[in-house]
């Protein structure tokens, strides 16, 4: 069944919503690959008889499928590029506890606002763009991922071939702060510490054993020195295993951590030292892997002009556009080291990833105008 008919309004509110809905109630857990393949094949379907390409990629790793939708024109050179998620935090059953509804100017829904509301508003301008006589002038390609809460671990490389091909990419990411759109995101990175030490008797014979448990303390003390509010660095350990019975000088010990940074100088800094973390205890060894998942999206000169282009058409709808930097990753950020990437132009809402998600009502409309408005402008 094909997505609602294109109106006389093609932005009117109440279809739209409607839309939003229908797609906000198709729960898509990230690691319940047949609901999100449920929700692709809804939005394939809402393609047809318009003049584009599907390609559906086969999921892996126990992950959904991924879609991407071409123009049927301007695919000769380099076009822009929406990026969209179909996947969500939300357990399946979480629509129980937050059903669809609207109050006021809210709707509420698990992954509304984060981001099926962006993703559709995007759906629906493109679906104009098709429908009306006159072609942007740059060819269009949305590209739809089922991974993207989870690092985007199985699309990652699909996203980087596409945004190198691309002249501009939009990301349906929700705003942020009251409608601002994001020019700029932090790297992050991911880190596992494996602490190996001596076990024995805590009791008995405390003095034959190395405790893994107080080498990772050294580890932590060294990983919070890291840490650098003023300019934007923040390491946390957020992970903490070890150690078997309290009688016992524990042998292993564990940790997690994450680390964000606003540069790739930062990154190419810090990763190092913490991949070469060793133990000042004899006889305790010290073993850290893991790498930078999402390199710093950083606004250089190309993204800055594309902001200011949305900027202008924004004004012209009828509202201000504001830029901001956010500390959370999306998939902008395998992008914008390359090719100019606005993100955050999905709708405005809060509570992201919650129990209380909603999408602002009266955002609707004119993020939708402002997409369909840079699929027409963008040269």
Same mark, same amino acid.
């Given at each position: 069944m094909s997505d609602t008919p294109i109106t006389a309004d093609p932005f009117d509110c109440a279809d739209i919503l409607d839309g939003i809905r229908r797609w906000v109630e198709i729960e898509t857990p990230t690691d319940v690959p047949e609901q999100v393949n449920k929700l692709v094949t809804m939005v394939a379907d809402g393609y047809r008889d318009l003049p584009v390409s599907l390609e559906r990629i086969p999921g892996k790793d126990g992950r959904g499928?991924?879609?991407?939708?071409?123009?049927?024109?301007?695919?000769?050179?380099?076009?822009?590029?929406?990026?969209?998620?179909?996947?969500?935090?939300?357990?399946?059953?979480?629509?129980?506890?937050?059903?669809?509804?609207?109050?006021?100017?809210?709707?509420?829904?698990?992954?509304?606002?984060?981001?099926?509301?962006?993703?559709?508003?995007?759906?629906?301008?493109?679906?104009?763009?098709?429908?009306?006589?006159?072609?942007?002038?740059?060819?269009?390609?949305?590209?739809?991922?089922?991974?993207?809460?989870?690092?985007?671990?199985?699309?990652?490389?699909?996203?980087? %071939?596409?945004?190198?091909?691309?002249?501009?990419? $939009?990301?349906? *990411?929700?705003?942020? !702060?009251?409608?601002?759109?994001?020019? +700029?995101r932090k790297g992050v990175a991911r880190f596992e510490v494996f602490v190996k030490g001596v076990p024995s008797h805590a009791g008995s014979r405390p003095q034959d054993g190395r405790s893994a448990i107080r080498e990772l303390g050294n580890v932590i003390q060294t990983l919070e020195a890291m840490n650098d509010p003023a300019h934007g660095i923040t390491v946390n350990v957020g992970v903490v295993r070890g150690g078997t019975k309290p009688n016992v000088i524990p042998e292993e010990a564990y940790a997690e951590v994450d680390m964000r940074v606003p540069t790739l100088a930062d990154a190419d800094d810090l990763v190092p030292r913490i991949l070469g973390l060793s133990s000042?205890?004899?006889?305790?060894?010290?073993?850290?892997?893991?790498?930078?998942?999402?390199?710093?999206?950083?606004?250089?000169?190309?993204? %800055?002009?594309?902001?200011?282009?949305?900027?202008? $058409?924004?004004? *012209?709808?009828?509202? !201000?556009?504001?830029?901001?930097?956010? +500390?959370?990753?999306?998939?902008?950020?395998?992008?914008?080291?390359?090719?100019?990437?606005?993100?955050?132009?999905?709708?405005?809402?809060?509570?992201?990833?919650?129990?209380?998600?909603?999408?602002?009502?009266?955002?609707?409309?004119?993020?939708?105008?402002?997409?369909?408005?840079?699929?027409?402008?963008?040269?």
């Open positions: 499928d991924h879609l991407v939708v071409r123009s049927a024109w301007g695919q000769d050179a380099p076009g822009i590029l929406i990026l969209s998620h179909l996947d969500t935090v939300h357990p399946m059953g979480f629509i129980t506890r937050l059903p669809f509804k609207v109050e006021g100017d809210s709707a509420f829904g698990p992954g509304i606002y984060d981001m099926k509301g962006g993703a559709y508003i995007a759906f629906r301008a493109f679906r104009q763009i098709c429908a009306a006589p006159e072609r942007s002038p740059l060819g269009i390609t949305h590209l739809y991922v089922s991974d993207e809460e989870i690092g985007s671990p199985t699309s990652r490389t699909l996203i980087e %071939a596409e945004g190198r091909k691309a002249k501009y990419v $939009l990301v349906t *990411e929700p705003a942020r !702060d009251g409608g601002r759109v994001v020019t +700029g000042r205890t004899e006889g305790v060894t010290v073993k850290v892997i893991g790498e930078l998942n999402r390199p710093p999206y950083e606004k250089r000169n190309a993204g %800055a002009a594309l902001f200011e282009h949305a900027k202008t $058409l924004a004004a *012209e709808i009828g509202f !201000d556009l504001i830029d901001t930097a956010s +500390g959370g990753g999306s998939d902008g950020n395998f992008t914008a080291p390359h090719t100019a990437t606005l993100d955050g132009l999905g709708v405005d809402g809060l509570g992201a990833h919650t129990h209380y998600e909603q999408m602002f009502v009266s955002s609707i409309v004119p993020r939708a105008r402002l997409l369909h408005r840079l699929y027409q402008t963008l040269r």
